[in-house]
């Protein structure tokens, strides 16, 4: 049996939403002011809370989503809530312009910088088993968002792996997905939630 919520408990819980979309919306902003001016109108910004099942990392991470028209993508994390992130801790974590220009053009670059001590104990095998149960399963077929316009910007594909993890990610984070799309280009979805990845529409 549920007991209604309270007055009080609504008001906060509304407050707390309220107060995570302008973190959202803020991070977003700063975002788009940090990518050179001739790339924005290409590229499209996911700001979202994740929980992290490592208990050696915060709680809550922000992640940030670059995801650009060519289907190059980076993706960013800072470790605090979006309410707690300042505009230092995403130019800590933001890459160069060297890199964003790769992005746009759908080349490979890796950001942040490969660390050579990267696999030691055991950090490229299984995730926490505490890491939230995903949507999806392996070989689930699935759209994703390849680019910023929300009719065309979806690409069809296969999910080939649960909870990836590429070269210089920080200790545990990990991406959702890695799918096999159609074309033959190989992604991976950074949440697991409808705006980046989503079930074939029939």
Not at 23 to 35: D, K, M, P, Y
Not at 61 to 83: A, N
Not at 91 to 105: A, S
């Amino acid at each position: 049996m549920f007991l209604p919520k309270s007055a009080n408990q609504v008001a906060q819980e509304n407050a707390d939403h309220l107060e995570m979309k302008r973190g959202i919306e803020r991070v977003e902003r700063w975002a788009l002011n940090s990518i050179p001016e001739h790339l924005r109108k290409d590229v499209l910004i996911n700001v979202s809370e994740v929980q992290c099942g490592d208990p050696n990392c915060s709680p809550i991470d922000t992640s940030i989503i670059l995801q650009f028209k060519s289907g190059g993508r980076g993706i960013l994390g800072i470790p605090s809530e979006v309410k707690d992130v300042k505009s230092k801790d995403l130019d800590d974590v933001f890459p160069p312009h060297t890199i964003l220009e790769k992005w746009h053009k759908g080349e490979d670059a890796e950001w942040p910088p490969f660390d050579e001590s990267f696999g030691l104990g055991g950090e490229r095998s299984q995730p926490n088993k505490n890491l939230p149960t995903l949507r999806f399963k392996v070989g689930q077929k699935v759209q994703c968002r390849i680019g910023p316009d929300p009719v065309d910007g979806w690409a069809s594909g296969k999910i080939i792996q649960l909870w990836y993890k590429e070269q210089g990610w920080p200790p545990g984070s990990f991406a959702p997905y890695k799918v096999d799309l159609d074309d033959g280009r190989k992604i991976f979805a950074p949440g697991d939630i409808d705006d980046i990845i989503r079930a074939i529409l029939n």
